[in-house]
């Protein structure tokens, strides 16, 4: 309502301008928006889905098909509705439409947050894609609770029988990603812990996926005495050579690792200097001598979320892209019209570092018996853990 209330304010106050209204998907525009338009404003929509005022304003209605039209218009402001549905290329194409003297210029989203998404990154981060600071915008939030004089006296009560976590983002604004979430068993209270001194003693493993477009990553992993697997460093960067990524893994502390995993599809052989090369003989000639891991994907998935679930899979809080791709990543939404049985798959994207956790799950069960390792008496690690045993003893 304060959308399409500031749409037609603009279009009275600024003679002349042309605004527009979008929703990505037609049918939602006609039942939705275009209804709430004849309810609360009431001004007649022409067969083109345009308002015209006696000023000479237009306010044109418009939906995700009709972009391409739009590429030569020049907007005096812009409401996207629903703006989660739309992508971010869309926003920024719709930003770079609002050249026109007449009106404000600005470019409003009205939103549902559906998790860490661009319009999250964007707007609670204020973040772009590659990092760099954005403070183009203002941010306002809501929850149901803010509304509650305006809604039926049973729909909060209602709300209040969901599970928990459909409650935090539908009754109380929630920002967390929940619905079709491939990790589901992920939890920040229980699997993300402050970071610690990693003995040296603890088995690691180095983790890779391979990227030049897409990211690079780069997990460090622990097992601890008790069989605990931590994640306590990344290297996370998109558009570098083999050789700046060697060098970045080489910084690292990687004492006592005892298994270099890298992407199975990293070992396939290109030409290159005459000779045929893989990824993996390109690392090997900066000296990291990575091994094919096991990606199967749905195993490594459900080991992963059993090993949440009981908190045996922690994530230092010093790895952000970790943190956020795990919690973010879904699983791939099948098409309405699709009749057939179709076989699970997540998404394939934003899931590096989600990709390198199936490959370290999927490595433990070769792995050794952690606790029968002989402890190193000599170190500080190993004079605690016989201190320990002498107690107990």
Not at 43 to 53: A, C, L, M
Not at 371 to 387: C, V
Request: proline content about 5%.
């Amino acid at each position: 309502m304060a959308g399409l209330l500031a749409a037609d304010k603009e279009c009275q106050e600024y003679p002349g301008n042309l605004y527009l209204v979008i929703r990505k998907e037609w049918v939602d525009l006609r039942d939705s928006t275009l209804h709430d338009w004849n309810n609360w404003i009431g001004r007649p929509i022409n067969g083109e889905k345009n308002v015209t005022y006696e000023n000479g304003s237009v306010l044109m209605f418009r939906h995700g098909a009709d972009l391409n039209a739009l590429k030569n218009i020049n907007l005096g402001g812009c409401l996207m509705i629903q703006g989660e549905e739309m992508s971010e290329d869309d926003f920024w194409f719709l930003k770079g439409r609002l050249r026109r003297m007449e009106g404000t210029r600005q470019l409003r989203i009205e939103c549902n947050y559906d998790g860490h998404n661009w319009i999250w990154r964007l707007f609670n981060k204020g973040k772009l894609q590659d990092g760099k600071p954005f403070a183009g915008g203002r941010l306002i939030t809501t929850n149901t609770f803010d509304n509650e004089k305006n809604l039926p006296p049973d729909y909060i009560p209602g709300l209040m029988k969901l599970p928990k976590r459909l409650q935090e983002r539908y009754l109380f604004g929630s920002d967390a990603d929940i619905e079709g979430a491939v990790f589901d068993e992920f939890s920040f209270e229980k699997n993300v812990v402050a970071p610690f001194y990693v003995p040296t003693e603890w088995n690691k493993t180095v983790i890779l996926d391979h990227g030049f477009t897409n990211p690079t990553a780069v997990l460090w992993s622990a097992v601890d005495w008790d069989s605990n697997i931590y994640i306590y460093d990344e290297h996370y960067e998109a558009r570098k050579v083999i050789s700046y990524h060697a060098e970045q893994i080489k910084l690292r502390d990687n004492s006592n690792v005892k298994r270099w995993l890298i992407d199975p599809s990293c070992r396939a052989k290109t030409q290159a200097k005459e000779t045929l090369r893989s990824i993996i003989d390109e690392y090997n000639d900066y000296g990291l001598s990575f091994q094919p891991a096991d990606n199967s994907q749905l195993a490594g998935i459900n080991k992963a979320n059993q090993a949440f679930k009981e908190g045996k899979l922690r994530i230092f809080k010093s790895c952000p892209n970790t943190i956020d791709e795990v919690s973010n990543w879904k699983w791939r939404k099948l098409k309405p019209t699709i009749q057939r049985n179709e076989p699970e798959e997540p998404e394939d994207k934003k899931n590096h570092t989600c990709d390198d956790i199936i490959y370290l799950m999927n490595s433990l069960p070769d792995m050794t018996a952690f606790k029968e390792e002989p402890i190193n008496p000599d170190s500080a690690w190993g004079r605690m853990l016989l201190k320990r045993q002498e107690q107990e003893a």
